[in-house]
């Protein structure tokens, strides 16, 4: 604000550093939250792995899929993260082009 005048000049440069610095913030929170949770996740299913015994191929056949699984939705979500609501839009357009072809 000019003290002399009583307006308001726009400042997007800076207006912009301070939307980056939140956003980094953020981001830097959610990627330690989700690491840490998919972390311990993990480490519970390997625990649970090792506990069984070796001949009991479909317990672990499904701690090893339950583990995959949960790499698909880490991955699912940080897709919506980076892409937030236009991923939709994203995948639209992509195959459009591929029906085109």
Not at 7 to 13: G, Q, R
Not at 39 to 45: M, N, P, R, T, Y
Not at 67 to 79: R, T
Request: aromatic residues 12%.
């Amino acid at each position: 604000m000019n003290h002399e005048t009583g307006e308001y000049k726009v400042e997007p440069f800076r207006d912009a550093q301070i939307a980056l610095g939140k956003s980094q913030f953020a981001n830097k929170e959610r990627e330690q939250f989700f690491g840490e949770a998919y972390s311990e996740i993990l480490a519970d299913l390997f625990v649970t792995w090792l506990k069984t015994e070796p001949h009991c191929s479909k317990e672990r056949e499904y701690l090893y899929h339950t583990a995959m699984a949960l790499g698909s939705v880490k991955e699912k979500l940080i897709g919506i993260e980076m892409y937030g609501n236009n991923m939709q839009y994203i995948n639209k357009k992509s195959q459009e082009g591929e029906d085109e072809e």
